[in-house]
């Protein structure tokens, strides 16, 4: 008789103990890729009560102070839904972590888990001046000069800190369209400068879209500033009035040059006339591949209206195969023609 009674009483505690059960939608949580200044993040875990009586969260401990929870006091009734909102502070927690969210309620415990990764805090100087020549930081080491009309000046600087504990030597080289300078050509430690840089389009072997390179030497070791600029033309009162103008012998809206075969160089000369009233100057052609190429020559002078001239083209079809289908841009000095798409077609055949 008394061994009915005991196994009746577990019984009963077992019937109680299932009435409730904690059941999260996961478990695990990535926060993935942090920024230590970025702020706090947050992720709520979700759960349901799966048993059949109302399911009380007791308690909830982190293994870690950078991380707080709150989550639902209320109870929550069979088949509803409760949370565990879990928010980490990754202020100087730099590198990967793992961290445990522990669990206790009338329905079980249960251990949660979040991870990630956080990044370091930028240094300070590092995010003023992001680029590195041996010791000395600055700020860019490329300078777009944007639009500059081709009778004009444009000057930019480049702002320059020595974080180190020795003098720097900046020198610098100058050429007929660009001159550089660094302002001071010693830089003491914890001294700010600057590289100045003025460019002279009018000097300059190109139009259009142009880049180029100039040496740099920080303590004798040689770097390189970049530069790039959109070289354009201002146009005369006297220009306007009388104007030169390219007008080309085909209509050359779609230039079809057949077929060719892979390995072969296809070869086009476009010619065209200046039927306006000023000499006319080629500027420039602009492309963007790397397998035409062009060429072109005529008198300093320009040519005189009236006169004709030609741009060579040649397509360079090693490893080429089917219809390729490209445009290039004519900019002349015209203010009516300045810019001129001419658009080539070609089709290469495998070479049997």
């Not at 590092?126 to 700020?139: I, Q, S, T, V």
């Not at 001294?191 to 880049?211: L, W």
């Not at 900019?331 to 023609?337: A, F, I, L, M, Q």
């Amino acid at each position: 008789m008394i061994r009915f009674f005991y196994i009746l009483f577990l019984g009963i505690l077992c019937f109680e103990a299932g009435a409730q059960t904690l059941s999260f939608e996961t478990e695990e949580y990535d926060f993935g890729e942090i920024a230590e200044l970025g702020g706090a993040v947050s992720y709520r875990f979700v759960y349901t009560n799966t048993g059949d009586k109302p399911l009380i969260l007791n308690s909830v401990h982190t293994s870690c102070g950078c991380t707080s929870p709150s989550w639902s006091k209320e109870p929550v009734l069979s088949h509803q839904h409760g949370y565990v909102d879990v928010t980490f502070d990754p202020r100087n927690r730099q590198g990967g972590f793992t961290k445990s969210i522990i669990i206790k309620s009338n329905g079980g415990d249960k251990t949660l888990y979040i991870s990630g990764n956080v990044l370091p805090k930028p240094d300070p100087i590092a995010a003023e001046y992001p680029f590195k020549m041996f010791d000395l930081r600055l700020k860019t080491t490329t300078i777009n000069f944007g639009r500059v009309n081709l009778n004009s000046v444009a000057t930019q600087e480049i702002a320059v800190y020595n974080p180190s504990e020795a003098n720097l030597k900046i020198e610098t080289q100058s050429t007929d369209y660009l001159t550089v300078s660094a302002k001071p050509q010693i830089l003491k430690p914890g001294q700010k400068g600057v590289i100045k840089c003025v460019f002279m389009p009018e000097k300059f072997d190109g139009f259009d879209f142009v880049k180029f390179a100039v040496p740099i030497f920080v303590n004798t070791y040689e770097y390189k500033l970049q530069f790039k600029a959109i070289v354009a033309e201002k146009f005369s009162e006297e220009i306007k009035a009388k104007p030169p103008k390219i007008c080309f012998s085909d209509d050359v809206k779609l230039a079809d040059l057949g077929s060719f075969t892979a390995g072969d160089t296809a070869y086009c000369a476009l010619t065209f006339k200046n039927t306006g009233e000023a000499p006319l100057k080629i500027r420039s052609v602009r492309n963007a591949c790397e397998w035409l190429k062009w060429s072109y020559k005529a008198p300093e002078s320009g040519i005189l209206p009236g006169e004709r001239g030609s741009i060579d083209f040649n397509f360079l079809t090693d490893n080429l195969y089917g219809v390729y289908d490209r445009y290039v841009t004519i900019v002349t000095n015209s203010p009516e023609t300045q810019y001129v798409v001419v658009h080539f077609r070609l089709n290469v055949v495998k070479k049997e």
